[in-house]
């Protein structure tokens, strides 16, 4: 399941949002260091079900399918506040940050409003994005770098082996590919010989890894209590940022639980259960959405993962019904990324599916397609394989 850490200074909203995006109750409290051990739970990345082409209705074995609308699952990770110095182990981020080492994707919340405690002040630091992006090089740095001129020395002895593949060893923990490595290889200069990285160099890589291979998004939380003038000076100062409001994604959570509303989407209708004061509550918030171009986090969470390249493919064994053999109807739904193949889903299926791949079935065209056809998003494919 495709893992996102939630990380960010302290007090910034995360757990807050956490527990709006997976419905589980968390402590949440204006001051910092609330989360003292990580929290972790399912929410969801939401697209349009391949289900409503065959006119069936669909049996996800995991997350659902609410009006043609597949929530595909993911894991969400709330880690406890960083400060200057939790690479070092200051504050209590250093021990849990472990615990985002293999997430795909990092999002780093920030209190847009600067308001709060002294850890959240607006500074000449914008909110401590500089600062939160350099304690994870740092945390990285020292995990890759522990015991390097050993590693190094053993491994430089090898001259058939891949500086790439030498590295996955180091890195793998990391949720690093082959493939990773060699597209940072691509872009940036280092010697052949891992004897001669300096830690500035295993740092310059691990700033790399976070510009090419996981790039760390900023969304700025607390939006609906933050003015004009500072969100046009956050948008001068950062781009590809997002600004959300943990509080509004709260309040929606619990007013659509509550059954006050009939979607947890902005386009919802009251209920008749919804009274005068929980309506004007949310027409307040129905407007700040729209005049201060706040965005809701699902959206933000969908254009994170456009930008990264996933993509959502269903395998099938009935390429008909699109089925498995219970027929259950579009039973799996598998994040991949763009420039997968065929082959890389057979093994994602199962190890031993991929072993013994035969071909594959594009179940839209009914066409035969072999281990190399590169996936699309929402692709249905039938594996046929030798196993079992
Ligand atoms: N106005 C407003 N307040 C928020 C928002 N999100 C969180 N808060 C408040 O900010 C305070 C901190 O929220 P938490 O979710 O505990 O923050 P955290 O980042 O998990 O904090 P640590 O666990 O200490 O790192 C609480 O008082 C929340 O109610 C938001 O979007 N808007
Ligand atoms: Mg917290």
């Given at each position: 399941?495709?893992?996102?850490?939630?990380?960010?200074?302290?007090?910034?909203?995360?757990?807050?949002?956490?527990?709006?995006?997976?419905?589980?109750?968390?402590?949440?409290?204006?001051?910092?260091f609330?989360?003292?051990?990580?929290?972790?739970?399912?929410?969801?990345?939401?697209?349009?079900?391949?289900?409503?082409?065959?006119?069936?209705?669909?049996?996800?074995?995991?997350?659902?399918?609410?009006?043609?609308?597949?929530?595909?699952?993911?894991?969400?990770?709330?880690?406890?506040?960083?400060?200057?110095?939790?690479?070092?182990?200051?504050?209590?981020?250093?021990?849990?940050?472990?615990?985002?080492?293999?997430?795909d994707?990092?999002?780093?919340?920030?209190?847009s409003?600067?308001?709060?405690?002294?850890?959240s002040?607006?500074?000449?630091?914008?909110?401590?994005?500089d600062?939160?992006?350099?304690?994870?090089?740092?945390?990285?740095?020292?995990?890759?770098?522990?015991?390097?001129?050993?590693?190094a020395?053993?491994?430089d002895?090898?001259?058939?082996?891949?500086?790439?593949s030498?590295?996955?060893?180091k890195?793998?923990?990391?949720?690093?590919?082959?493939?990773?490595?060699?597209?940072?290889?691509?872009?940036?200069?280092?010697?052949?010989?891992?004897?001669?990285?300096?830690?500035?160099?295993?740092?310059?890589?691990?700033?790399?890894?976070?510009?090419?291979?996981?790039?760390?998004?900023?969304v700025?939380?607390?939006?609906?209590?933050?003015?004009?003038?500072?969100?046009?000076?956050?948008?001068?100062?950062?781009?590809?940022?997002?600004?959300?409001s943990?509080?509004?994604?709260?309040?929606?959570?619990?007013?659509?639980?509550?059954?006050?509303?009939?979607?947890?989407?902005?386009?919802?209708?009251?209920?008749?259960?919804?009274?005068?004061?929980?309506?004007?509550?949310?027409?307040k918030?129905?407007?700040?959405?729209?005049?201060?171009?706040?965005?809701?986090?699902?959206?933000?969470?969908?254009?994170?993962?456009?930008?990264?390249?996933?993509?959502?493919?269903?395998?099938?064994?009935?390429?008909?019904?699109?089925?498995?053999?219970?027929?259950?109807?579009?039973?799996?739904?598998?994040?991949?990324?763009?420039?997968?193949?065929?082959?890389?889903?057979?093994?994602?299926?199962?190890?031993?599916?991929?072993?013994?791949f035969?071909?594959?079935?594009?179940?839209?065209?009914?066409?035969?397609i072999?281990?190399d056809?590169?996936?699309?998003?929402?692709?249905?494919?039938?594996?046929?394989?030798?196993?079992?």
């Open positions: 399941m495709l893992k996102i850490g939630l990380i960010g200074k302290p007090n910034a909203g995360k757990s807050t949002l956490f527990s709006a995006i997976t419905s589980i109750d968390v402590e949440i409290a204006n001051y910092p609330t989360t003292i051990k990580p929290n972790i739970g399912i929410s969801f990345i939401k697209d349009v079900c391949p289900e409503t082409e065959i006119k069936a209705h669909c049996n996800p074995r995991e997350g659902k399918c609410v009006d043609g609308v597949r929530y595909v699952p993911v894991e969400i990770i709330d880690v406890p506040g960083l400060i200057e110095g939790a690479s070092e182990g200051k504050g209590m981020g250093n021990e849990f940050l472990d615990n985002i080492r293999d997430a994707i990092i999002i780093n919340i920030f209190d409003a600067g308001n709060g405690d002294k850890y002040q607006s500074d000449g630091n914008l909110y401590g994005i600062l939160i992006r350099d304690e994870i090089l740092k945390w990285m740095k020292n995990k890759i770098y522990k015991d390097w001129q050993k590693f020395r053993k491994e002895l090898d001259t058939e082996e891949r500086i790439e030498k590295l996955l060893k890195v793998a923990t990391f949720g690093l590919k082959e493939r990773d490595i060699f597209l940072i290889m691509s872009k940036d200069h280092f010697s052949s010989k891992l004897f001669e990285w300096t830690e500035d160099d295993v740092f310059r890589f691990c700033n790399d890894i976070l510009t090419y291979v996981k790039p760390m998004f900023n700025g939380n607390k939006s609906d209590i933050v003015d004009n003038e500072t969100m046009e000076r956050i948008n001068e100062r950062l781009n590809s940022h997002y600004f959300i943990a509080e509004y994604e709260l309040i929606i959570e619990k007013a659509f639980a509550n059954g006050y509303i009939d979607k947890d989407s902005l386009d919802f209708s009251y209920t008749d259960k919804s009274g005068e004061n929980q309506k004007k509550v949310l027409e918030m129905k407007e700040d959405y729209k005049v201060k171009k706040i965005s809701r986090f699902f959206d933000v969470l969908t254009d994170i993962i456009n930008k990264l390249g996933y993509i959502i493919i269903y395998p099938v064994l009935d390429e008909n019904k699109w089925a498995d053999k219970n027929g259950n109807i579009l039973p799996d739904s598998f994040l991949l990324k763009n420039g997968d193949t065929a082959l890389d889903l057979a093994y994602r299926v199962h190890t031993d599916i991929g072993k013994n035969i071909r594959a079935v594009n179940c839209r065209t009914k066409r035969i072999g281990k056809y590169k996936l699309l998003n929402n692709d249905v494919i039938k594996i046929i394989s030798n196993s079992r």
